[in-house]
């Protein structure tokens, strides 16, 4: 977008809005939507209550340990059903099931099965964000360049060493790829569980505030989660352009 | 019979089997036999419970969808199209895309009430993003020589918005709509569950209050089966619609 | 001889309008003036104060190394781009942007993949407004003049790159332009398709009384199939020269290639373009 000349900056946009939500604010046209400048010294005010960081510190948590086991377990799997076609028909199906299920519908299980904490939310964060990670380690494995692996094998390279120093790192950018979806549909995850279990981390947070109707506040935690999520997501759109630069040129 | 369809049937076999014998075992009071939750599901098919609590679910997934592929194209095409457009809309639907918009629930609950619009928004706030950010990238990603074809065959703006960039678009388009679609999906079974239970949510809530885990695996089944289902379709059916239609630009 | 001379005298564009040899003797008639025509993309200068003229009836050939502004100028002439300052005449009138008296013909085909050949290639005339009926007869016509009877129903994937290209042309021909205007038509093709293409395109010139300008990057391809050759040199870009190869038109498809005359004048473009290439 070009003004007078002038290059306008990719988001220079939100200022826009965030003045049009001050003004909406403002008019006092409903009670939802307080004045932007009110949520932001809200936001200011909370930051450093022990309720808000206890609320990030748990949500962190859960997100990271979530996001650790769908990494630790997705990848060697997505590898293994690339390299042997059995495990790879057997699984498939389900995998593609999974990636397109609603599944919301399966945190009410979680909840009788793991209790109402932290483990039911671990696992959600999980389900949220393993599917696509073994499909993209799958679809990176397939790819490999065929006389790489013949390489290996003219020069004598073990099972163990051929996957850990060729399959990994030929799948290398595929598997970056799906792990930052991943990531993304796990922020998801997180606050779809914690919503719906509600009394940990922020679900506990929303609980409060709605019932007490501070709006204010309400506003403050999702601009600090959007813009997290915003950030994270972002984050990992750079460090996957970092290394494209070797998935053009094998 | 095929080796693929074997395979698929063996792989049902299997992790029905391991959820029948983890039933049995029991590995935890709360969770049914594969067989009880079948038979379960069965009752509940034949009593018509199944049957109305889907047309409470389905109503504000619908709608949704509705509302959000007609709304999500127009702005998708227009974001496309205009560079102002693209400037003032795309940072906001960016951010919708990778934000838990979940979270906005409680909110649309206080401001709409418990009732079918609050469903309606959850279901629209998680489909429109990935529809309009599909449209947008369809649209301005139509191939350039086409647009100069148009031109240069003296094509008005409306003639070439219609009969090259829409239809060279529409398979992005479609693949859009599936994906808003299985959003969709999440964002009414999270509405029944989250603001009132009506429907599929209703009987998940239910059966669990009352401990009758079998009822409250089959409807959780169920919405997976049927979900699982309706994309399966939609993909299958994108397949069929546009076979030929992203090959045959330049020599291949 | 004396023919030979001719066409090997190298005439600069304003020295040729007065060339008593020409086509048409004196009074040159020409399709389409190019006048002072500049060009920049921001701070590039893809073309610089370039004039030509491309006379009634013949084929022109903008031939030069890639990057020296030639699918810019013919862009300019078709009306898809604007010059930065100069002007573009066809038939006499100023171009104000695309035109029913031009018709395109692209490099990558710019078929519709999801239209049927004879769609694809009434799709001009749909734009125009023609109805159905009529405008599906004329195609019909132009499918059969370019040889692709009994593939109407065809679609585009389903053809081979050079019956797509034969497509784009049909496409173009039943608008029925006085100017037909193809940007390296025959790159995307296979050899032997191209060199079939190049006879066809010698006979349609002869036959339809339409001017021809054509982009090509090809010396042979350019020597062969044109009446006049304009060399373009980069950077930014101007014409270096105009060549009328005439000696051996009349030679026949068979012998053209070994021509002497034709084998000169290839040597002679390369011998000044070779230091255009990297």
Redesign the interface.
Same mark, same amino acid.
């Not at chain 2, 990778?98 to 909110?107: K, V």
């Not at chain 2, 030929?244 to 291949?252: F, I, K, L, Q, T």
């Given at each position: 977008m070009t003004l007078l000349g002038f290059r306008l900056p990719g988001f220079s946009s939100l200022i826009l809005w965030a003045l049009l939500w001050e003004l909406v604010g403002r008019l006092d046209l409903t009670f939802f939507v307080p004045p932007l400048s009110e949520v932001v010294v809200t936001l200011v005010q909370i930051l450093p209550t022990p309720a808000f960081l206890s609320a990030l510190g748990e949500t962190a948590q859960a997100f990271l340990l979530g996001v650790l086991a769908a990494v630790l377990a997705g990848v060697p799997l997505g590898i293994l059903m690339g390299r042997n076609r059995l495990l790879d028909e057997l699984l498939l199906p389900w995998v593609n099931i999974f990636l397109s299920a609603p599944l919301t519908a399966l945190v009410p299980v979680l909840m009788v099965l793991f209790g109402f904490g932290m483990l039911s939310i671990v696992i959600t964060t999980t389900l949220f964000a393993i599917w696509i990670i073994i499909l993209n380690a799958r679809a990176g494995v397939l790819q490999i360049n065929r006389s790489l692996v013949e390489m290996a094998k003219s020069f004598g390279a073990s099972p163990f060493d051929a996957f850990f120093k060729i399959y990994f790192w030929a799948a290398l950018p595929e598997i970056l790829g799906g792990v930052r979806i991943g990531i993304i549909r796990a922020v998801k995850g997180v606050i779809i569980g914690q919503l719906l279990i509600s009394v940990v981390g922020f679900g506990a947070l929303f609980e409060l505030y709605s019932t007490n109707f501070l709006m204010a506040h309400f506003w403050a935690v999702l601009i600090v989660l959007f813009a997290l999520a915003f950030a994270i997501s972002e984050l990992l759109a750079h460090l996957e352009r970092r290394v494209a630069y070797y998935a053009a040129r094998r | 019979m095929n080796?693929?369809l074997l #395979?698929?049937l %063996?792989?049902?076999a299997? *992790?029905f089997g391991a959820w029948e014998i983890a039933g049995r075992v029991p590995v935890?009071y709360?969770?049914p036999t594969f067989l009880d939750s079948m038979t379960a599901l069965f009752a509940m098919s034949i009593d018509g419970t199944l049957l109305r609590a889907y047309g409470e679910t389905l109503r504000p997934l619908v709608a949704g969808i509705a509302i959000s592929a007609l709304l999500g194209i127009v702005i998708g095409l227009w974001i496309g199209l205009s560079?102002?457009c693209?400037?003032?809309?795309?940072?906001?639907f960016?951010?919708m895309q990778?934000?838990? #918009?979940?979270? %906005?629930?409680?909110?649309l *609950?206080?401001?709409y009430g418990i009732g079918l619009t609050s469903k309606v928004f959850v279901v629209c706030i998680m489909a429109m993003p990935v529809i309009v950010l599909n449209t947008a990238s369809a649209v301005r990603n139509t191939?350039s020589?086409?647009k100069?074809?148009?031109?240069?065959?003296?094509?008005?703006d409306f003639?070439i918005v219609t009969?090259?960039i829409l239809?060279?678009a529409s398979p992005i388009i479609f693949s859009g709509l599936r994906l808003g679609i299985?959003a969709g999906?999440?964002g009414?079974?999270?509405a029944e569950?989250?603001i009132t239970p009506t429907g599929?949510g209703d009987i998940?809530?239910y059966s669990?209050s009352i401990a009758d885990?079998p009822s409250?695996?089959a409807a959780?089944f169920s919405?997976?089966l049927l979900?699982?289902l309706f994309?399966?379709l939609l993909e299958r059916l994108e397949g069929q619609l546009?076979a030929?239609?992203?090959?045959?630009?330049?020599?291949? | 001889m004396q023919e030979t001379t001719v066409a090997m005298s190298r005439t600069e564009s304003a020295r040729r309008d007065a060339d008593p040899s020409g086509p048409q003797g004196a009074a040159v008639d020409n399709a389409v003036s190019v006048r002072c025509v500049s060009k920049t993309f921001g701070s590039v200068e893809a073309l610089k104060n370039l004039s030509l003229d491309f006379p009634r009836g013949e084929l022109t050939s903008l031939l030069g190394p890639s990057g020296c502004g030639k699918t810019t100028l013919l862009k300019i002439i078709a009306g898809l781009l604007e010059p930065s300052s100069g002007r573009v005449e066809v038939g006499g009138e100023a171009v104000t942007g695309p035109g029913p008296d031009r018709a395109f013909v692209f490099q990558d085909f710019a078929l519709l993949p999801w239209a049927s050949v004879l769609r694809n290639v009434a799709f001009g005339l749909e734009l125009r407004g023609m109805a159905k009926s009529e405008r599906e007869a004329i195609a019909e016509k132009h499918i059969c003049e370019v040889g692709l009877a009994g593939f109407e129903h065809s679609y585009p994937h389903q053809l081979s790159g050079g019956m797509r290209q034969r497509v784009g042309l049909a496409r173009a021909l039943a608008v029925d332009a006085d100017v037909l205007l193809m940007d390296e038509p025959f790159s995307a093709v296979d050899e032997q398709t191209r060199r079939k293409f190049q006879e066809d395109l010698l006979d349609l010139v002869r036959n339809e009384r339409k001017t021809f300008i054509f982009v090509t990057h090809s010396i042979e391809e350019a020597v062969y199939v044109s009446d006049q050759i304009a060399i373009l040199l980069p950077r930014p870009s101007r014409v270096s020269e105009i060549i009328r190869p005439s000696g051996f038109r009349d030679k026949g498809a068979d012998n053209l290639r070994r021509d002497p005359e034709y084998l000169d004048i290839v040597d002679s473009i390369w011998a000044s373009l070779r230091s255009y290439v990297e």
């Open positions: - | 080796r693929s #395979l698929k %063996l792989s049902a299997i *992790v935890s709360a969770f560079e102002f693209d400037w003032l809309f795309s940072p906001i960016i951010v990778a934000a838990p #918009l979940a979270a %906005l629930i409680p909110l *609950v206080m401001a191939p020589s086409l100069e074809m148009g031109r240069s065959f003296l094509g008005s003639d009969r090259i239809p060279s299985s999906f999440i009414a079974i999270l569950l989250k599929v998940i809530t669990r885990y409250m695996y959780i919405i997976i979900a699982v994309l399966n546009f030929g239609n992203n090959r045959g630009y330049v020599s291949d | -």
